[in-house]
């Protein structure tokens, strides 16, 4: 079992709607989450992180986060074909006193004018 | 603001050549982590660094080694490269158990 788990889609959703992403990882000792946003030929470019249980709210952008289910997802309302690029969802966790991030495979999301 | 500079921007080698890839953290960030991402793949970590001291090592090759310097800037040393070699490799930054910064990255090919 990879430690992130994301379907690598590609997500299409039309123009105006929900875009609904999400994460799941395998360690319980897991405490921050986020979510980057990668185009095509470029680097990861942070867009949201969440720490606590709950929904966490920034502009179009919400992320969510369940502790007890083990997943993080984050929602896109009013899709813009600007926001077609891949979504890595990323989970840090502590070994040996230091922080590691480790990311999942990425989801594919398409916006269909 | 500052942000994770990388390079170079791309580089082209032969096989079996060596290659040289800098990082240079935000300022005051403490860790930096290498990750090499193939076409079409997530990120894979290479090799992390906090306080100029390895702290993590990932996926990565004997034939690479890597080091964090007094100033904090970094180098990710890659000898008898192979086709397979060829990738973007990212360094990010960070503060402990904070989010991670990214470089623009360092477009690798080797032919």
Request: charged letters at 20%; aromatic letters at 12%.
């Amino acid at each position: 079992q990879k430690e992130v788990e994301q379907n690598s889609g590609p997500l299409s959703v039309p123009e105006g709607a929900i875009a609904s992403l999400n994460c799941t990882y395998s360690d319980r000792g897991s405490q921050s989450f986020f979510w980057y946003r990668q185009y095509s030929g470029k680097s990861p470019e942070l867009i949201m992180f969440i720490y606590s249980n709950g929904d966490k709210e920034d502009g179009r952008f919400t992320a969510q986060l369940n502790k007890a289910s083990q997943y993080v997802s984050l929602l896109i309302r009013d899709s813009q074909p600007s926001d077609s690029a891949t979504y890595l969802c990323a989970v840090t966790i502590f070994r040996g006193g230091y922080q590691k991030v480790t990311f999942g495979i990425g989801t594919k999301l398409q916006v269909i004018p | 603001a500052a942000g994770v500079i990388q390079s170079p921007r791309h580089l082209i080698k032969e096989k079996r050549e060596t290659a040289t890839l800098k990082c240079y953290p935000i300022p005051r960030h403490d860790t930096v982590y290498w990750y090499q991402q193939g076409p079409g793949q997530d990120p894979q970590f290479l090799i992390s660094f906090y306080e100029k001291m390895q702290s993590d090592k990932g996926s990565i090759p004997d034939r690479f080694s890597a080091q964090q310097f007094s100033d904090y800037h970094s180098e990710l040393n890659m000898s008898s490269l192979e086709l397979g070699d060829s990738a973007l490799y990212f360094c990010a930054s960070s503060l402990q158990n904070t989010e991670a910064f990214f470089g623009q990255g360092t477009r690798l090919t080797v032919v």
